[in-house]
């Protein structure tokens, strides 16, 4: 079993849906959770960190749930620009970052 | 200032060759760390440094040889790779412990 599963997608959307990627994890050592997104060809790039309170930044909003390991991200009215690949990353004290397989959005007009 | 700068964009070399990949901060971060990333596949962890000192090897073959000269740079040596290591190799940087990473533009390596 993978230390992160993430929805293997792809998720084909129209401009102004909301659409949600899901996370689990099973390293109960895990202590810090974020969400990247890459572009084609480009570098990871930090979207939000996740706390257990759950955070919102603008359309995006993530979520954790350390009973269940799981963690969550929404994005509300979908633009074309948020098509990339999601990564939820996993992250224990001693620097160590799992990455999950990543989820491909396209956001269509 | 978020940069991570990243030296060559581009490298080309023989599995005879010796080369360096080169990665610069300047965020006052005191972990850098090496990925290693495959088309369509998420990064992998290869080193992680804590204060400079190595802390996590993931296992990853000698041909590969970090090194962190000071906080603010990092290394990566190359000698004798195989064409399967061929990829893009990504240097990040943080805050100690669980914080958020911050990555560099990756080297394409190609390897002939």
């Known amino acids: 079993r993978k230390e992160v599963e993430q929805d293997p997608g792809p998720f084909n959307v129209p401009e102004g849906a909301t659409v949600a990627f899901n996370c689990t994890y099973s390293n109960s050592a895990s202590q810090s959770f974020f969400w990247y997104r890459q572009d084609c060809r480009k570098e990871p790039k930090l979207l939000m960190s996740?706390?257990?309170s759950g955070n919102e930044d603008g359309r995006f909003t993530a979520q954790l749930n350390r009973a269940s390991q799981y963690i969550s991200l929404l994005i509300r009215d979908s633009k074309l620009s948020d098509s990339a690949t999601y990564l939820c990353v996993v992250k224990t004290n001693a620097g160590k970052s799992t990455f999950g397989d990543g989820t491909t959005l396209t956001v269509k007009p | 200032d978020t940069e991570v700068t990243q030296t060559p964009k581009h490298l080309v070399m023989g599995m005879t060759n010796k080369k360096s990949l080169k990665c610069e901060q300047h965020m006052g971060h005191r972990a850098m760390y090496w990925y290693k990333q495959k088309a369509k596949k998420p990064p992998e962890l290869m080193f992680v440094y804590s204060y400079e000192k190595l802390s996590i090897n993931e296992s990853v073959p000698s041909r590969f040889s970090p090194e962190c000269p000071n906080s603010s740079l990092l290394n990566l040596h190359l000698h004798a790779l195989q064409p399967e290591d061929s990829a893009l190799y990504l240097c990040a940087s943080s805050s100690l412990g669980a914080g958020e990473q911050y990555f560099g533009p990756g080297t394409r390596l190609t390897v002939t």
């Open positions: 996740v706390y257990s």
